[in-house]
């Protein structure tokens, strides 16, 4: 009876084992992705109009792309993420590039608890032969992978947690983590990544062979809920904000430079009139549940173009609007001007009257 006890208690420990190792970006099948997202994420320049606070009415007037969200082990449409598709805008101001996620979900809060509360996560191609899947797409082990043998793999990774995130205040890049020289969040774990596949990630400046102490957060951001009621600001004593379960979606705002002073090969380097390659993913605690590293979703089973233009699309159509009825008034402003003062130098000379002549011996 004890020997059929221990052989139990050794089969539940192995197939509670083999669950987990799957989890950990183990797939079960053949890789299949059936991309067909053509068009590119258009990010058009708005200087000045985008505050990183959670809110989202300084959007409003910005293009979405609406995506629906696929497991990213199994991108299959019947698996889709149910409560509904996630929408992804862009822009930027020349300077900082910014981007806002908006996806539907009840409202769960588990201060403390990253895993019971949603998080999100951008993920760009750095190295040329950086691929989606497997997160960079390097061969090597954990105990192999390094800036040598994984080189042209690299993945810039931005990860949000909201679990220690008060709503509507700013996290990310901090003056004590950059100090320290690395991609941390102490107080809000929005944290800068890179990586070379699942089982090689390390925040920036971080390394199997040593770190270097020149690498920061370069990241900002900040989540919301349309539950949230209060506009004048939380604080950590408010904790859980609101009730669980209310209708609604979630919303979070980021920024970051578009050049950084990366010298590691770990940030990706945005330029104006380029693109970039972008993967998006969500996590979400179903049921309760806390949500595990490899079962997000993901807007798509593979790279989505992203594109920094170099104006502003309703900038441009105003100015194609109103270019020739400027010139033509300008025109006819300075004709106006000339008429007018040929008018006046002819008046002027026609009072003027003529000087007598006078000879010089009368003198």
Not at 12 to 40: A, K
Not at 287 to 299: F, L, N, T
Request: negative net charge; charged residues 20%.
């Amino acid at each position: 009876m004890l020997l059929l006890l221990q052989f139990m208690l050794l089969f539940t420990l192995i197939t509670t084992t083999s669950f987990r190792f799957v989890y950990s970006h183990q797939e079960s099948g053949e890789w299949n992705c059936e991309s067909n997202i053509l068009s590119p994420i258009q990010a058009n320049f708005r200087p000045g109009i985008i505050t990183l606070d959670g809110h989202v009415q300084d959007w409003k007037h910005v293009d979405g792309y609406e995506f629906t969200l696929l497991p990213a082990l199994d991108p299959h449409q019947d698996h889709a993420y149910k409560p509904g598709n996630m929408i992804v805008k862009a822009l930027h101001d020349g300077i900082n590039v910014f981007f806002m996620l908006e996806v539907d979900g009840d409202y769960v809060y588990s201060k403390g608890d990253n895993n019971k509360c949603p998080s999100v996560a951008l993920m760009f191609q750095v190295g040329d032969d950086a691929s989606y899947h497997n997160m960079g797409g390097c061969k090597e082990e954990p105990d192999t992978c390094s800036s040598k043998t994984c080189q042209g793999h690299e993945v810039d990774i931005m990860h949000f947690s909201i679990g220690n995130a008060i709503p509507g205040r700013l996290y990310g890049g901090n003056p004590i983590d950059n100090r320290e020289g690395n991609g941390g969040d102490r107080f809000g774990h929005l944290v800068d990544l890179y990586a070379w596949n699942p089982h090689c990630r390390y925040l920036d400046g971080f390394s199997p062979s040593g770190n270097d102490s020149s690498a920061q957060n370069d990241w900002k951001g900040a989540w919301w809920h349309d539950s949230l009621t209060v506009h004048s600001g939380f604080v950590e004593g408010d904790s859980p904000y609101a009730s669980t379960g209310q209708k609604g979606k979630f919303y979070f705002e980021f920024s970051r430079p578009m050049r950084t002073m990366d010298r590691l090969q770990q940030d990706v380097q945005f330029a104006i009139g380029s693109s970039s390659k972008l993967a998006v993913a969500f996590w979400y605690p179903t049921d309760g549940k806390p949500w595990h590293g490899s079962g997000h979703y993901s807007i798509n089973c593979d790279w989505i173009s992203l594109d920094m233009s170099a104006g502003s699309s309703d900038l441009t159509k105003m100015a194609s609007r109103s270019s020739w009825p400027a010139a033509s008034a300008f025109s006819l402003l300075l004709s106006v001007v000339a008429l007018c003062l040929s008018l006046f130098v002819g008046y002027a000379v026609s009072r003027n009257k003529s000087i007598p002549f006078t000879p010089m011996d009368h003198l």
